[in-house]
């Protein structure tokens, strides 16, 4: 096994890669930074998998839950049917609480809205939510579009919360663009990375 070394030292900052393991076809697409936003939209392309990094999601209201939908029409309007489940680990800072578990609050079956895939993150000075989205093969005009995700973060009750969703955009139209934002409030602050991959 090869080691790869970040040349940038900071992920937002990444513009190549050293050492003797390949990429493949991994290309920085774009990224966002958060101050106060209401949401976060990114266009899609052609890439066959796309690969969304989250930093620091912090929301401006207390509880609030990170979500996510796709647009067919140029962003014109989000609301793709979506079929999902999720499942999480949790445990409190005090010890008192823990828990491994099917999350029903999080699945989705053949609904429009959006999608949700970190439940409750605290507003504190000192919480927020990082993770990964993946979504293969957007534009597809044959095929539903699969994604996956798994995030860390701080709930509102002083909980860590380990994320893990999947599920697909019950939709054979292309996918043209994708929209982040809390249930409540604002993005208070965070950075999203877009990467394309062929």
Same mark, same amino acid.
């Given at each position: =096994?090869?080691?790869?070394?970040?040349?940038?030292?900071?992920?937002?900052?990444?513009?190549? /890669?050293?050492?003797?393991?390949?990429? $493949?076809? =991994?290309?920085? !697409?774009?990224?966002?930074?958060?101050?106060?936003?209401?949401? !976060?939209? +990114?266009?899609?392309? *052609?890439?066959?998998?796309?690969?969304?990094? /989250?930093?620091? =999601?912090? %929301? *401006?209201?207390?509880?609030?839950?990170?979500? +996510?939908?796709?647009?067919?029409?140029?962003?014109?309007?989000?609301?793709?049917?979506?079929?999902?489940?999720?499942?999480?680990?949790?445990?409190?800072?005090?010890?008192?609480?823990?828990?491994? $578990?099917?999350?029903?609050?999080?699945?989705?079956?053949?609904?429009?809205?959006?999608?949700?895939?970190?439940?409750?993150?605290?507003?504190?000075?000192?919480?927020?939510?990082?993770? !990964?989205?993946?979504?293969? @093969? %957007?534009?597809?005009?044959?095929?539903?579009?699969? /994604?996956?995700?798994? +995030?860390?973060?701080?709930?509102? @009750?002083?909980?860590?919360?380990?994320?893990?969703?999947?599920?697909? /955009? @019950?939709?054979?139209? %292309?996918?043209?663009? !994708?929209?982040?934002?809390?249930? *409540?409030? @604002?993005?208070?602050?965070?950075?999203?990375? =877009?990467?394309?991959?062929?």
């Amino acid at each position: =096994m090869s080691l790869i070394k970040l040349k940038n030292n900071a992920l937002d900052n990444l513009t190549s /890669f050293e050492g003797s393991a390949s990429l $493949g076809d =991994m290309v920085f !697409i774009s990224s966002a930074t958060a101050s106060s936003s209401a949401s !976060i939209e +990114f266009d899609l392309g *052609s890439y066959k998998e796309y690969k969304f990094f /989250f930093v620091n =999601m912090h %929301p *401006s209201v207390d509880a609030a839950r990170w979500t +996510f939908q796709a647009s067919t029409d140029n962003g014109s309007s989000y609301g793709v049917t979506i079929t999902s489940t999720a499942f999480a680990a949790y445990h409190g800072e005090n010890d008192t609480f823990n828990g491994l $578990g099917y999350t029903t609050a999080q699945d989705l079956a053949q609904s429009t809205s959006f999608k949700q895939l970190v439940r409750e993150v605290g507003s504190d000075n000192d919480q927020n939510t990082s993770g !990964i989205l993946q979504i293969f @093969n %957007p534009a597809s005009s044959v095929y539903v579009k699969h /994604f996956i995700s798994r +995030f860390s973060d701080i709930q509102e @009750n002083d909980a860590a919360r380990d994320d893990f969703t999947a599920g697909y /955009f @019950n939709s054979v139209s %292309p996918l043209t663009n !994708i929209k982040f934002q809390f249930s *409540s409030g @604002n993005i208070d602050d965070g950075k999203i990375l =877009m990467f394309g991959l062929n």
